[in-house]
């Protein structure tokens, strides 16, 4: 496992550098997100791809990137059921990197990681030089940048990756409406609640609402709706674009690159 110098330290500030609030994202929200499984499940469905027709894919993943791998829950899922793939893992927060470094232990040998600001123009070089990637993930990540980089990200992302290669986003998305938004803020904190009614100190499902209120990860998001990043995905040239699955704002989208020019899009 390779770890390349530590360089966005001293760049944009974030909350994700945070080690008390990692910690808290990785022990509470992330294990409260509702119906996380089945948003990993999806996503390694569509990696799969169809058993015939135009998204058979005959080989296993070989050459992964995780953006904003956190502490690499998407990658560990890919890993375990294509144990000879090569990851790349790019994440900013060397916390979020730490506790990746411990979930990936018995990958060793396949991963690399690099701390990276995937916003900074040098981002695309350094991970250039472990392209082209038949799969790239992402989970919960890319909806921290404005509508402008959403887009330079999904085009970088687009000229990473080989012919064929599939991008899946698990993402926080946009409500149609503010009273949709407030349907899924009650969800989520029924999840989170119901998440930690077995922990030693519990809390009641005020206590649960009030943190989830006021978050300090909430201040860095800026949603889209899924189908605005559908529409860029497909001006950006992937096919077979889609939103997989959606439960309130968790979306699972993403597309395909075309084989060759001229690859129809569907
Ligand atoms: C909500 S967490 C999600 C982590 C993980 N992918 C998951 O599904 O649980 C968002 C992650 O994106 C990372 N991140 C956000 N903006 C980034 C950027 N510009 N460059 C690199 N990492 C970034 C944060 O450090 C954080 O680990």
Redesign the pocket.
Known sequence: MTTSVPTAEDG?R?V?KDSGLVDS?LRQT?KGVPLAQIQLDVMLRVIAGSKSGTLHRERPVRNFLDL????G??AATILEKYPDAKGML????MP?IQAALRKLKEYSRSVHFSSV???DPSWFDIVSTHAPFDVIV????IH??SHTVKQQVYTDIFDLMEPGGIFMN?EHVSSATPRIEALYDEYFIDSLWANQLTDNDAQTRAQVAAAYHKRE?KQENILASVELQCEWLRRIGFVDVDCFFKIFELAVFGGRCPEVSGDEAA
């Not at 904003?68 to 502490?71: A, P, V, Y």
């Not at 992402?138 to 990540?141: D, E, K, P, R």
Request: proline share 0%; glycine share 12%; charged share 20%.
């Open positions: 944009k974030s994700w994202y992330r904003g791998c956190g502490d829950i998407l790019v994440d900013f927060s979020m600001d995937y916003t992402s989970g919960f990540s921290h940048q698990i990860d």
